[in-house]
């Protein structure tokens, strides 16, 4: 089983930006935590991360192309505004699950509407990076693929 985690805009710069949100580690300590766990569950996993709409647009319909399993999605700012990011995840109808690093409920209002909700599988938000594993664990349990140790 192979699973895409894929982030959207500023999440390259994770350690750098609003470390009292985000935290301090970075993007690069983000997919050697997320290997890490796809090691233990025996599962595959590619990384990709883009600052442009259409370029996840593509990731989304690449991902489909190259038969991915499952989506781990930090959509970022396009989370409440991507009508496009939200059809090619429903289009592809491959199980996704969003991640949010903070608790995005708590925050500003226009962070309270998403896009990808209604098309994931499931959404994980607050748990810091931690989240990506926990996202990786749904799908795997949805799929019944791997093994949890
Ligand atoms: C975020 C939350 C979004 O509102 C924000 O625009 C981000 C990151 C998160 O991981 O908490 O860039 O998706």
Excluded: C, W
């Excluded at 926990?134 to 693929?145: E, K, M, N, S």
């Amino acid at each position: 089983m192979k699973f895409l985690v894929l982030n959207g805009p500023n999440i390259n710069i994770l350690g750098i930006r609003e470390p009292e949100i985000y935290g301090r580690q970075t993007y690069d300590d983000l997919v050697a935590l997320v290997r890490s766990h796809a090691e233990e569950l025996g599962v595959e996993v590619e990384f990709y991360q883009s600052n442009h709409e259409g370029d996840l647009v593509d990731a989304i319909q690449k991902a489909y192309f190259s038969h991915i399993d499952g989506i781990v999605f930090n959509p970022a700012a396009y989370t409440h505004t991507s009508v496009a990011i939200a059809d090619a995840v429903k289009g592809v109808a491959i199980p996704t699950v969003e991640v949010h690093i903070s608790e995005v409920s708590r925050r500003e209002a226009f962070r309270q509407v998403s896009y990808i909700r209604d098309v994931a599988l499931q959404t994980v938000t607050g748990q810091g990076l931690q989240g990506y594993n926990q996202a990786l664990d749904i799908l795997v349990r949805h799929l019944g693929a791997g093994h949890e140790s």
